[in-house]
C-alpha cells in the first residue's frame, strides 16, 4: 500500500534526516536552528518524491497552505549527497497572470515580465517537456517575449499556461522527481558512487524577492579561497536591476570585500554585508565545515536560503582541514578523516591548472601522477642532449627499457605506447617522481619517422611541445598553464599528525640516494625494497656488467665482480647515510642478465668495441642468454644459484657499508631474495650469506646483524610459506609479480586488452592497479597464515606497486601486516590512508 505523503515544514524539532530527506533538507534545518533567517521551507521525503514520481501526488494545498497566500515558490533537490546531483532548481513557481500584474505594480513591468518569461521558458521546457528551441531567449523586449512564449506554450500544449499554483506545483514536482529517475541521472550519480536506489527529496522553499524594490539582490558568500584555502571572505552578489542569472554568469556583479574590480558589498551594504558574515561564521563554526552561504537581500533584509559546502581544490581541502581542527571546530582525527589520501599525491607534483584549456590530442593509462611539458624526442640520447641545453623535453618510446634509464632521469616526462601500471616505464616514473603515461595505443607511434599521428590525425613531430598529464593519462597539444606542487605547512601538519595515530608502517620503494632522499623528505620509516639492478645501468657500471656477463671463466667473472664491488659498497653506504639508522631493505639481483645487454645492432657495435670483441661473439651471447619467456626465466634467486658470485659480491658490499656505517645508530640490513619458489634455495643463499658475513665480520673486526627475507612472489612461495618462513626473518609480497603469475597476466603487456576487461567486468579493476583482494589476497593471507605458523614474530609486508593504495594498506593492516612499501611519491599518500583507518573506528 502507498505510504501516505510525508510533507514536513522545516522547524528545528521536525523529523529531518539526511538519510530520509536529504543533506540539503537536514542542512537547511540546521541553519533554522541556529536560528538563521531562513524563509519557509517545506521538505519532501525520499519515499514522498518515489511515490510522487510514480504517480502518488500530495495534495498541493497542502504544501501551499505553509505559506503565505500568493507566494512565489522554488523547488530544489536534496540528496543524500550533494555531489550526486539532481535536478535544476526551478524558481517562481507561482507565477500567473494575477502575481504578473501584481508585481508589475510593485517591482516595474520589466521585471516582473522578465521574471514571468523566465518561470514560462523553464515549465514549458522542464514540465512540459516541449521543445527547448521554441523557447530561446529573444532579442526582443521582456514584455513581447513574454507573450510570445506563452503563445508558443499554448500553441504547442495545447492548453492554456496552467494558472493555478497548486498545478504548477504537482507539475513541477512530477517532472523532478521523475528526472532523477531517468538513466542519465542514474547512471551520472552510480558513477560518483550513489546506491542504485539513491532516494531524492525535494525542499520548496519560499522566494525571497530579490528582484523586488530598495536594496535587493542575491549571491553567495564564503570565508576561504576555494583556491588556496587561506582566510578570505569571497562571493559575488548581483543587485536586482542584474538579476540572479548575472551570478552564474559572473559579469557586472559586486564583490563581496574591497576588490580591484569594482565596489563591493561591503562599501554598499555595510549592514548586510556584516550581517552575513556573522550567519557565515556561525554556520562554520556550528555545522563544522566550511560552508557557502547562498543568500537574498529584499529591500534591505536578509534571508539565508541555502548553505552549501564549499568547492575546494586538493590543495584547498587540507588547509581548510587543518585550520578548522586548529581553531577547535573539528578533532584532528576528523581533520585526517576529511582528506582525500589520493588528492595529496596532486599536491606533490605540479598540475595543469584546473581552469587552463586542454587540447587532447590522445589518452593512456595515468601511471604516474604530475604534469610536464616540453618538445617530444624519441631516443634516450634525445632526451640527455636536449636536457643538457636545458630544454625540457618529453621521451616518447614504445616502451621503456633499462637501457633507456639515463634518457627517463633527463626528461621531465614520459609516454609509451605499450605497457600497463607495473610496466618498466611506469615503475620508474612513480619512482622518480616523473609524470607517465603508458599504454597510449590510440596514438600512432612511428618511432622511426619521429612522429606520433593523434587518432584526429595531427600530427606531432620531434621537437613539437605537448604537456603530459599523468594524473589523468591525457596527452594535450602545446603547453597549458601548470601549477606548481603544494608540500606547505598545513599538509606537514596533517600528515603529521597522521603519524600520531596511524599503526602500519609505511616505507619506500628506493633504489638510489636521490630516491632516498625523497623517501627520507617525505618521512617514510625505512625503505622496503631497493632494486638493486637499478643501480648497474650507469654508464661506468653498465660496461664493467656487461664484462662480467661477458666472463669467459669464473675467474674473469670474479675479476669484473671485483670492480663493481666499491661501487656497490659506496652505493649502500650513501642509503645507510641518507636513511641515518631507519631500516634499508636490500633486494639482491632480480633481472635476467640479458636485460643488461644492448638490444640492437649498433648496441652491439658499440659494445663489441668497448669490449674488444668481436661482434659475432657479442651477438652469439646476446642469442644464447635471449630467452622466449624471460619473466619465468633465468632472473631472481635462479640466477643466484647459477652464478653464485653476483650474489655473493652484492651480500659483500652490504655488510662492508654495514661494518663502515657511521651513522649514529646500529645499522641492521635486511637482504632480500627475489622469486623464490622452494625452501631449498633460501637454504643455499642463506649459507652463502653467512659466509660472507663470517668473513667481513673476521677481516673488518666489527660485529654486526642482518637479517635475511624472502621475497614471495611467486604462487608456489606463498602456498609454501610455511617451510620458507623457518629460513628467513621477513617475507614480503612481491604483489606485481604475484599477480602476473596468478593471474598469468604479462604486467607488460596486459594493458591492450585491460580496458576491455574492465569495460565488460571480467574484473572489476586492473589487478595490477588495485589488489585483487580475492585471488591474489587470498594467497597472501594464506602464506602470513602459513609463515606465522611457522615463525610467530615473522614480519610482514607488501613491497610491490600495490603498497601504497588505500585499498592495499586496508588490506594489509586487516592481515596483520607490518608495513607496506611503495614508491616515495606515494608515501604521503600512503601515511594518510593508514591514519584514516586506524582513526575511523573512533569517529563513526
Ligand atoms: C614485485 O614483483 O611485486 C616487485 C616489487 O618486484 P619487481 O616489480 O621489481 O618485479
Ligand atoms: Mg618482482
Known sequence: MPQAPSITLVTPTAPIATATHGGRAKCLQRLVRLELPVPTTVALSFDTVLGIANGVMPDPSVILSQFEPGALLCVRPSSEDPDWGGPGAILNVGMTEEKHAQLAETFGAETAARMYLRFVQTYAVHVARLDPDMF??????????????????????????????????IGVLRSMARAWQGTTARLLRQAKGAPADAGLGLIVQHMAQSAG??????????????????????????????????????????YLEKDPRGPSLAEQLPDAFDALKRYSVLMRQRLREEMQCEFAIE???????????????NRAAVRIAVQLAEDGVIAREEAICRVEPRALSELLHRQVAPNAPRDVLGRGVAASPGAASGVIVFTAA????????????????????????????????????????????????????????????????????????????????????????????????????????????????????????????????????????TARAFKADGIGLCRTEHM??????????????????????????????????????????????????????????????????????????????????????????????????????????????????????????????????????????????????????????????????????????????????????????EEIAQHCAFLSFGTNDLTQMTYGLSRDDAGRFMSAYVQQGVFPEDPFHTLDRDGVGELLTMAAERGRRAAPDITLSICGEHGGSPESIAFARDAGFHYVSCSPFRVPVARLAAAQLAVTPNIR
Open 136 to 169: 530561446e531567449d529573444a532579442e526582443s523586449p521582456p514584455a513581447e517575449a513574454l507573450y510570445d512564449a506563452l503563445r508558443a506554450y499554448e500553441d504547442e500544449y495545447e492548453e492554456p499556461f496552467p494558472q493555478d499554483p497548486g498545478t504548477q506545483l
Open 213 to 254: 524594490p530598495g536594496d535587493s539582490g542575491a549571491g553567495v558568500m564564503q570565508l576561504v579561497n576555494s583556491d588556496t584555502g587561506l582566510p578570505q571572505i569571497t562571493g559575488r552578489y548581483a543587485g536586482r536591476a542584474q538579476g540572479r542569472e548575472a551570478l552564474n554568469a559572473g559579469a557586472d556583479v559586486l
Open 299 to 313: 529591500n534591505g533584509r536578509v534571508a539565508i536560503l541555502d548553505g552549501v559546502r564549499v568547492q575546494r581544490s
Open 382 to 517: 634525445a632526451a640527455q642532449a636536449r636536457a643538457a641545453q636545458g630544454e625540457p623535453c618529453i621521451l616518447v618510446r614504445r616502451e621503456t627499457s633499462p637501457e633507456d634509464i639515463r634518457g627517463m632521469h633527463a626528461a621531465s616526462a614520459v609516454l609509451t605506447e605499450r605497457g600497463g601500471m607495473s610496466s618498466h616505464a611506469a615503475v620508474i616514473g612513480r619512482g622518480l617522481g616523473l609524470p607517465c603515461v603508458v599504454g597510449a595505443s590510440s596514438i600512432r607511434f612511428q618511432t622511426r619517422r619521429r612522429q606520433l599521428i593523434a587518432p584526429d590525425g595531427r600530427v606531432i613531430r620531434e621537437g613539437d611541445t605537448v604537456t603530459l598529464d599523468g594524473s589523468t593519462g591525457d596527452v594535450l597539444a602545446g603547453a597549458p598553464r601548470l601549477i606548481e606542487p603544494a608540500l606547505d605547512d598545513a599538509f606537514q601538519t596533517l600528515l603529521g599528525w597522521a603519524d600520531d595515530v596511524r599503526d602500519v608502517a609505511v616505507r619506500a620503494n628506493a633504489d638510489t640516494p636521490e630516491d632516498a632522499k
Open 536 to 721: 648497474f645501468f650507469e654508464d661506468d657500471r653498465l660496461t664493467v656488467m656487461r664484462e662480467m656477463i661477458f666472463a669467459g671463466s669464473s675467474e674473469d667473472r670474479r675479476a669484473s665482480l671485483e670492480r663493481l664491488l666499491p661501487m656497490q659498497r659506496e652505493d649502500f653506504t650513501r642509503l645507510f647515510k641518507i636513511m641515518a639508522g631507519k631500516p634499508v631493505c636490500i633486494r639482491l639481483l632480480d633481472p635476467p642478465l640479458h636485460e643488461f645487454l644492448p638490444s640492437d645492432r649498433a648496441g652491439h657495435q658499440a659494445l663489441a668495441e668497448a669490449l674488444d670483441l668481436p661482434l659475432s661473439d657479442i651477438t652469439r651471447r646476446v642469442e644464447a642468454l635471449t630467452e622466449y619467456n624471460p619473466m619465468l626465466g633465468m632472473r631472481g634467486v635462479r640466477l643466484g644459484i647459477a652464478v653464485p658470485e653476483i650474489y655473493e659480491m652484492q651480500a659483500r658490499a652490504i655488510f662492508e657499508a654495514t661494518a663502515a656505517a657511521n651513522v649514529g645508530a646500529a645499522v641492521v640490513p635486511e637482504i632480500m631474495i627475489p622469486l623464490v619458489t622452494a625452501k631449498r634455495e633460501v637454504e643455499l643463499v642463506k649459507t652463502r650469506i653467512d659466509a660472507v658475513a663470517a668473513e667481513v665480520r673476521t677481516r673488518m673486526g666489527v660485529d654486526f646483524d642482518y637479517s635475511l627475507g624472502v621475497m614471495v612472489e611467486t604462487p608456489r612461495a606463498a602456498l609454501r610459506a
